[in-house]
T-cell receptor, first 117, second 113 residues
């Protein structure tokens, strides 16, 4: 149980185009999902908190108009990188929160490798 | 501020050796503590967790005990295998509301046959 998927697993795009990444909780409902960015050999950097049915909460320094987040249902959140540039190339990871047993636990997707040419 | 600190540098050891990765935290409250593992090219997998003081999380031969007196959550495994080679992240939640996680920098573990 507690499986989170991401699609696509990797994508290559041209500079100036937009890319959408999907994050799905496959066997549970998640009111809250998170989006992270990870640079090589570094830890995860939280980009935003995605809440079902409401606007995402962005971390300081993350451009909300560039990284559009939509949490349309309890099992799906999407991250759209608009007008992508080479500096947006990174590994993007989402997580979904499972509530139970007196605590909330985040389960992570396998990540999406974005390369912008 | 509230944070997680992991020991510096990669860890290289031989198969069947004992593994310890240190993790300490700074928090004003009582966070939940987690260890996540990341294999090359993949996302993070929850390895184990503990939600209150003196709790011991365990999974796949790994253990970690929530020590409030030393604010630590060190990860241990008695006999590592080559397949344990990965990056290990210590994390805590419950400090900022909305279940946000604070991560340590991670430790690369390389197990040599």
């Amino acid at each position: 149980g507690a499986v989170v998927s991401q699609h696509p697993s990797w994508v290559i795009c041209k500079s100036g185009t937009s890319v959408k990444i999907e994050c799905r909780s496959l066997d549970f409902q998640a009111t809250t999902m998170f989006w992270y960015r990870q640079f090589p050999k570094q830890s995860l950097m939280l980009m935003a908190t995605s809440n079902e049915g409401s606007k995402a909460t962005y971390e300081q320094g993350v451009e909300k108009d560039k990284f559009l987040i939509n949490h349309a249902s309890l099992t799906l959140s999407t991250l759209t990188v608009t007008s992508a540039h080479p500096e947006d190339s990174s590994f993007y990871i989402c997580s979904a929160t499972l509530t139970g047993g007196g605590t909330d636990t985040q389960y992570f997707g396998p990540g999406t490798r974005l390369t912008v040419l | 501020g509230d944070s997680v600190t992991q020991m510096e540098g990669p860890v290289t050891l031989s198969e069947e050796a004992f593994l310890t990765i240190n993790c300490t935290y700074t928090a004003t409250g009582y966070p939940s503590l987690f260890w996540y593992v990341q294999y090359p090219g993949e996302g993070l997998q929850l390895l184990l967790k503990a939600t209150k003081a003196d709790d011991k999380g365990s999974n796949k031969g790994f253990e970690a005990t929530y020590r409030k007196e030393t604010t630590s959550f060190h990860l241990e495994k008695g006999s590592v295998q080559v397949s344990d080679s990965a990056v290990y992240f210590c994390a805590l939640s419950g400090l900022y509301g909305n279940n946000r996680l604070a991560f340590g920098k991670g430790n690369q573990v390389v197990v040599i046959p």
